[in-house]
């Protein structure tokens, strides 16, 4: 019989020690279970899987992804040509244009209406298949991966965004964070300058909503490579993370504000003050257990964020300061953070490994796009990713140390920036993301433009190996074991 959660405090130390350690989350696992949870390959499975499955089964791989799981007709709950990659089924290849030209859009998208059933009318395109319209809607698997599950990554982002601004964190010092955030600006700006300028030299005006695309910072795959790079303890790691975490907290703006997925029902939101309300209650009731602020403030949240049309993804968010947290932040994938037991810690670790095989499942419903299906969108935001962020990072954080006298941490210098800044273009998963968010069937009904900037998303793991070769061509090595660093310049030379 277990001791309860109060009678393991009446227990003597080492005994309690023994239970907390056979009864928490950090039991013996596989090391081959953990790499893969680590280095959310749970992801890139998914990824790899959806890439196969619809290129070979294009129509089965679209009946998955749309499968209704309220049992309706998922005929008309998801178009033919959807985000999902099943453009391979009747993707205009063959119609002798490159896919995503101009030519190719625009022999493609006309759209008429029929009348489907009385009071009802749905859009077709020019070969009879269903376009989606804002009143097709159905409780499909894509709905509840990217809609309902997705907003427990997004708040577990929030929750970093969130602790990084508690004292002890990155954001918490102005001065400190001053030149990764002028990094960050350029890391955001610099991608949407590229991508703006190649829509315009294109030509390509129907692809001008993805410029937000290029702007996301994949902060897991960025920490991975950046650790082989420059070494654990490396302040370039530090550098980045910051930078990353602060493109984060910018792209849940950019989502909110620029990408509403309806039009702006604002009273709805309400409805979410109402929720962080009751979760304010619940802290004065010192209730603990992360689920009252779930099951409670949280839906009334997501559900305020869906019906105000705002990406219900990120409806969680708001409940992350009103859960009972710790008052100061350990650093983003600090280890001592899993001896921490507040409520919004116990969030995260109970949600983290959940999360992993949620984005699992989100690499399985989204990356399935036709290898066809590059196309203006994949260069658009492949440069953006590839030639403006490293570009517009450098270029701030030349300007924070040269024109605002600012500093880079001691033991950087701009080598590691150009570095970092390669790094910082693996974009994946939140791009990815904005994708979706960015060319809603509902508007782009052919799904041309949506396969095409998804290529570029996928194509943004290239950035990975780019940054190997950099770190070579520029002189970065990683440091040593006693956390030296060969290449190191004095600080003065390289600021």
Not at 131 to 148: R, S, V, W, Y
Not at 174 to 187: Q, R
Not at 320 to 347: C, V, Y
Request: net charge negative; with cysteine.
């Amino acid at each position: 019989m277990r001791p309860s959660s109060v009678g393991i405090h009446a227990l003597p130390l080492n005994q309690q020690k023994k239970f907390e350690n056979l009864m928490s989350h950090k039991k013996q696992r596989p090391a081959a279970i953990d790499f893969l949870f680590e280095n959310s390959l749970f992801l890139i499975a998914g990824a790899i899987g959806a890439l196969v499955w619809a290129n070979t089964a294009p129509e089965s791989y679209h009946d998955f992804v749309h499968l209704d799981l309220m049992g309706g007709d998922s005929h008309h709950a998801a178009p033919a040509h959807d985000d999902g990659g099943h453009g391979a089924v009747t993707h205009p290849a063959t119609s002798g244009h490159e896919p995503g030209t101009a030519a190719e859009t625009a022999g493609s998208t006309e759209v008429v209406s029929e009348t489907d059933s009385p009071g009802k009318t749905v859009a077709t395109n020019e070969i009879g298949e269903d376009a989606p319209t804002e009143e097709q809607h159905g409780f499909t698997l894509h709905f509840l991966i990217n809609d309902i599950l997705m907003a427990l990554f997004f708040a577990i982002a929030g929750k970093e965004v969130w602790e990084a601004m508690l004292p002890g964190g990155a954001l918490s010092d102005p001065k400190k964070a001053a030149t990764p955030l002028l990094a960050t600006v350029g890391g955001v700006f610099g991608p949407a300058v590229i991508y703006m300028a190649g829509v315009m030299l294109s030509g390509q005006q129907q692809l001008t909503n993805g410029w937000a695309i290029p702007c996301a910072t994949d902060i897991a795959f960025s920490y991975l490579v950046a650790r082989m790079i420059f070494g654990n303890g490396h302040p370039a790691i530090a550098f980045l993370l910051l930078l990353a975490i602060a493109d984060d907290a910018a792209g849940l703006v950019i989502l909110a504000v620029f990408y509403p997925m309806k039009p702006l029902a604002l009273e709805w939101m309400g409805l979410a003050l109402a929720g962080m309300a009751v979760g304010f209650g619940f802290q004065k009731l010192k209730l603990q257990s992360f689920w009252w602020y779930l099951l409670i403030p949280g839906v009334a949240s997501w559900f305020a964020f869906y019906k105000a049309g705002i990406h219900p993804a990120l409806g969680l968010i708001p409940i992350i300061p009103i859960m009972p947290h710790a008052k100061s932040d350990l650093g983003i994938f600090a280890r001592e953070e899993l001896d921490r037991h507040d409520t919004l810690n116990e969030f995260e670790h109970w949600w983290k490994n959940k999360v992993e095989l949620i984005l699992g499942l989100f690499g399985l419903v989204n990356a399935g796009v036709a290898l066809t299906a590059v196309g203006t969108g994949t260069w658009l935001v492949l440069s953006g990713l590839i030639v403006g962020k490293p570009v517009g990072i450098f270029f701030m954080t030349w300007f924070a140390c040269r024109v605002l006298g600012l500093k880079m941490p001691e033991g950087m210098n701009y080598r590691h920036v150009i570095t970092l800044g390669m790094v910082a273009a693996i974009g994946f998963t939140v791009a990815l993301f904005v994708s979706t968010a960015a060319f809603p069937l509902t508007k782009f009904p052919t799904g041309i433009e949506l396969d095409s900037v998804k290529m570029g998303a996928l194509g943004s793991f290239g950035a990975a190996g780019l940054s190997f070769l950099v770190a070579r061509l520029v002189g970065v090595k990683s440091v040593n074991s006693n956390g030296d660093d060969s290449d190191k310049e004095p600080i003065a030379n390289a600021a």
